[in-house]
């Protein structure tokens, strides 16, 4: 594809359930991002992939929340145990990684909105 | 502590108008700046970005950025306003190798 795609666009969720979100990157990208859009707010970093391994996890707000990319592409985010809290737009974000480090263009996908019920 | 701020949470102007969207920050060093733009449903678009040199910066869909270092601003501005540019704008900034932050984002909405 073109561009980053998510899945599932929407997800709807009791409380306590686990959740996975799923990212697939632009094809090539090294650079992996994970952020976080409350309603009226701007996006909120979580975590940042360079390759396989995670570069920056700081903005993951507490243990329930864990992210993988094992093979290097593909990237997903888990919400274990969800509260009402975590409700809330999940972006995704890579780009080329080149000499930009983490101030390359980072290209976004649409965003999975996760409802907490 | 660093922290962006975007004054206006929300901006209407009408068609053909000139459009001006503040943003200011703070940080320690001169940080690196960016804006970009979401419009409902879709992933965040790059507008622009300051890394360094001439301060004032163009960008796609007729956006330019102006980076005061005195005023730590980087205002976004665009001569003519197109209905097409009704969206949200964000300003983001960055310093060093650390993660970008975002503001809180300006709604902008065009009139007829």
């Known amino acids: 594809g073109a561009g980053v795609s998510q899945t599932p666009s929407n997800k709807v969720t009791e409380k306590g359930k686990y959740v996975e979100l799923r990212c697939d990157p632009i094809?090539?990208?090294?650079?992996l991002y994970w952020y976080r859009q409350s309603l009226g707010q701007g996006p909120e970093f979580l975590i940042y992939?360079?390759?396989?391994?995670?570069?920056?996890d700081s903005g993951l707000p507490n243990d329930r929340f864990f992210a993988v990319r094992p093979e290097g592409s593909v990237s997903t985010l888990k919400i274990q145990r969800t509260e009402r809290g975590d409700s809330a737009v999940y972006l995704c974000?890579?780009?080329?990684?080149?000499?930009?480090?983490?101030?390359?263009?980072?290209?976004f996908g649409p965003g999975t909105r996760l409802t907490v019920l | 502590a660093q922290s962006v701020t975007q004054p206006d949470i929300h901006i209407t102007v009408s068609e053909g108008a000139s459009l001006e969207l503040r943003c200011n920050y703070s940080?320690?060093?001169?940080?690196?700046l960016f804006w970009y733009v979401q419009s409902p449903g879709q992933g965040l678009q790059l507008l622009l970005k300051?890394?360094?040199?001439?301060?004032l910066v163009q960008g796609i869909k007729g956006f330019e950025a102006e980076f005061k270092r005195s005023q730590s601003s980087f205002n976004l501005r665009k001569p003519s306003v197109h209905w097409s540019d009704a969206a949200e704008y964000f300003c983001?900034?960055?310093?060093?190798?650390?993660?970008?932050?975002f503001g809180k984002g300006t709604r902008l909405s065009v009139i007829a």
């Open positions: 974000a890579s780009s080329p990684l080149s000499w930009g480090g983490m101030f390359d263009e980072q290209f």
């Open positions: 094809s090539g990208h090294t650079a």
């Open positions: 992939f360079q390759g396989t391994g995670a570069a920056d």
């Open positions: 940080y320690g060093a001169t940080p690196y």
């Open positions: 300051y890394f360094s040199g001439d301060t």
């Open positions: 983001a900034v960055g310093v060093g190798n650390t993660p970008l932050v």
